[in-house]
């Protein structure tokens, strides 16, 4: 059955929860139906291939850039790859457990041995990683680039995020480009507007304004005048930030935008951390809301401790990082928990350009079918009471603030039965 996007963000279950969504939220996307029977199309002839039965008889090499490690990247790398394995199209053994991290460890090299044989291969050192260290991430960059120009031994490949799809937006390489999980790529400069690439060879992700949307309907809970964003000391990571469209979505929401800047994503990750949490303290007596930006700054063990000066303060938070944060503390987010739908959609582009279309053939347009994240105990920290009707339109409740070597009570959308996350 074809997904009706003009309701699956929410997944509401009445009429009157549906209405009110839109009334409160207004972000969803229009419905397209053109593009997704196409992508249907292009599913539909993908699973007539079989591992290492290539239906054209070739094999393309995948060589694969990332700034730095993010769980996002490993979490669309992993659903990619897990849909175009399904399909036929890669070769991946065990390898691709629930919790397989690509760039941790010799990961990535196992998966490459592994994906021997099939359509798709990745190159065992085809693995560029900055480690979010300035030189390191122009770095590995160059060394690809100059790899794809003289060996000639890549034929495809795939750039995670909003700097990696910066680094990649050249069309000259050559080959294949697709831009997976950026943040907002237009008004990042990584592509033009529209449905379909205004570059060559390039292929970029686009969930259309979802930082606008975001910021709109944490507007329209809240009605805040001040806004705290933590914001990267280098400018690189800006676009990863979503810093264009926060800019620009305050200013028509006649918001003023209160950024703290500090080393907030960095390979020192306690360098980071202690900025972030002196980034919070300083903008908890600035601002009446809080939208967490992206960086390794923000504790996965315990955000709580870090963000508790604005809890304290009664401010709300809202995460761009989603699920992960708001069940540590986080007041809201908009999220795609796993990325699979993402990861879908990224093995679709990548099978269409298998069987030989051009990456500017192919829709870049991603409705993502999100879900709005609340943590219950964080709204009475901060005397925030969601009224009924918001209620129902969640799709998943967090009833505690997940705290170091703590489960984690759940309550999903409709009433589901609570469990228990780690």
Wanted: charged share 25%; hydrophobic share 40%; with cysteine.
């Amino acid at each position: 059955m074809r997904r009706n996007h003009q309701i699956n963000v929410f997944k509401l279950k009445t009429r009157a929860c549906r209405a009110l969504a839109l009334a409160v939220l207004a972000v969803l996307p229009p419905a397209a139906a053109a593009a997704e029977a196409a992508a249907e199309q292009t599913a539909g002839n993908a699973a007539s291939a079989g591992a290492g039965n290539c239906p054209f008889g070739r094999t393309l090499k995948v060589a694969v850039y990332q700034p730095g490690t993010y769980i996002d990247f490993q979490k669309v790398f992993l659903q990619t790859a897990l849909a175009l394995s399904a399909d036929g199209y890669l070769n991946a053994g065990s390898v691709l457990e629930p919790d397989f991290a690509f760039d941790a460890g010799d990961n990535y090299r196992k998966l490459a041995l592994e994906t021997k044989g099939g359509c798709f291969e990745f190159l065992p050192d085809g693995f560029y990683n900055g480690r979010w260290h300035g030189n390191d991430v122009d770095d590995k960059a160059a060394e690809l680039k100059e790899r794809v120009k003289s060996a000639g031994d890549v034929d495809l490949i795939w750039a995670l995020g909003t700097v990696g799809g910066l680094q990649f937006a050249d069309s000259t390489l050559g080959v294949p480009v697709m831009v997976m999980t950026p943040s907002d790529p237009e008004s990042a400069g990584i592509i033009g507007p529209g449905e379909f690439s205004d570059k060559p060879n390039i292929h970029v992700q686009k969930e259309i304004n979802r930082t606008k949307n975001e910021l709109t309907m944490f507007h329209r809970i809240f009605k805040f005048k001040n806004l705290g964003i933590i914001i990267d000391d280098d400018p690189e990571n800006w676009a990863g930030q979503s810093l264009p469209a926060l800019e620009e979505t305050s200013k028509e929401l006649g918001v003023s935008l209160v950024r703290c800047t500090g080393p907030v994503i960095d390979t020192d990750v306690k360098k980071a951390q202690q900025a972030y949490s002196k980034c919070i303290v300083e903008l908890a007596d600035k601002c009446d809301a809080v939208y967490l930006s992206l960086g390794n700054g923000a504790s996965p063990d315990d955000l709580f401790s870090q963000i508790k000066p604005l809890i304290d303060r009664q401010i709300p938070t809202f995460s761009q990082a989603g699920g992960s944060e708001v069940q540590a503390g986080a007041l809201l987010s908009l999220s795609d928990m796993d990325l699979r739908e993402s990861g879908a959609f990224e093995a679709r582009v990548a099978e269409a350009i298998y069987q030989g279309r051009k990456p500017e053939q192919i829709s870049q347009y991603y409705y993502a079918p999100l879900n709005l994240n609340l943590n219950l105990e964080t709204a009475r920290l901060i005397d925030w009471k969601p009224d009924f009707e918001l209620l129902m339109a969640i799709d998943q409740v967090y009833q505690t603030i997940k705290r170091p070597q703590q489960k984690l009570e759940v309550v999903a959308a409709g009433g589901a039965a609570p469990q228990n996350s780690d």
